[in-house]
């Protein structure tokens, strides 16, 4: 079966660093997708890896290692507004994307 | 114009209503979709439309019909929903629907309640 697998929840301090992991196990892989979703809202696209290594926008960057089945997303300087559910999703060989449960993201001052 | 558009943002229907959500975008995405949310859980996937015919049903009620009506708009017509249906439904779109850098770009979502 498929199957994506992430913390469901985390604490961290403003203006710290944190890093979200994600491990995977699905058919086929073609890129794997992170989004950022606050309570209530819709999600939004943070980060996209197709290829191994690590990915950089500011202060978020995402990491893919596909022969271990794994990326990373690190966020760096949060801030408050980064408490929100940060979700993985993997696109299999059919271009469809499975989605992890969600990551929730506390951040206290 | 880089949003998805949904109305109602809030509906209540009882059982035996019939009603419809919508949906609009004119980024020139070529794939619409319709996800289901429940609280804490990750989207759904219900309807996939590509190119303006419905390409994914993923086994959905018959109580959730999907209608895309031009290449901008998408509906969902409700009628005869249960209690569980209760959820918020996410509208997507993307350039296309199989392609490796998807990037899905939600609305904001219509908060449903079934009483």
């Known amino acids: 079966g498929q199957n994506i697998d992430q913390p469901t929840e985390m604490t961290a301090t403003e203006g710290a660093i944190v890093q979200i992991n994600c491990t995977y196990q699905?058919?086929?892989?073609?890129?794997l997708f992170w989004y950022q979703q606050h309570a209530g809202e819709a999600p939004t696209f943070l980060s996209y890896?197709?290829l191994d290594g690590l990915e950089e926008k500011g202060r978020f960057s995402s990491f893919l290692s596909r022969s271990k089945g794994y990326s990373y997303l690190l966020l760096k300087e949060l801030q408050m507004k980064d408490s929100a559910s940060y979700l993985c999703?993997?696109?299999?060989?059919?271009?469809?994307?499975?989605w992890g449960a969600g990551t929730k993201l506390i951040i206290k001052p | 114009d880089t949003e998805v558009t949904q109305t109602p943002k809030h509906l209540v229907m009882g059982m035996t209503n019939k009603k419809s959500l919508k949906c609009e975008q004119h980024?020139?995405?070529?794939?619409m979709y319709w996800y289901k949310q429940k609280a804490k859980k990750p989207p759904e996937l219900m309807f996939v439309?590509?190119?303006?015919?419905?390409?994914i049903n993923e086994s959905v009620p018959s109580r959730f019909s999907p209608e895309c009506p031009n290449s901008s708009l998408l509906n969902l017509h409700l009628h005869a929903l249960q209690p569980e249906d209760s959820a918020l439904y996410l509208c997507?779109?993307?350039?296309?629907?199989?392609?490796?850098?998807?990037?899905?770009?939600f609305g904001a979502g219509s908060r449903l309640t079934v009483l």
């Open positions: 997507a779109s993307s350039q296309e629907e199989s392609s490796g850098a998807n990037v899905l770009t």
């Open positions: 890896n197709v």
């Open positions: 439309y590509s190119y303006e015919k419905l390409s």
């Open positions: 980024m020139g995405h070529r794939a």
């Open positions: 699905t058919s086929g892989f073609n890129g």
């Open positions: 999703a993997v696109m299999d060989s059919n271009y469809q994307l499975i």
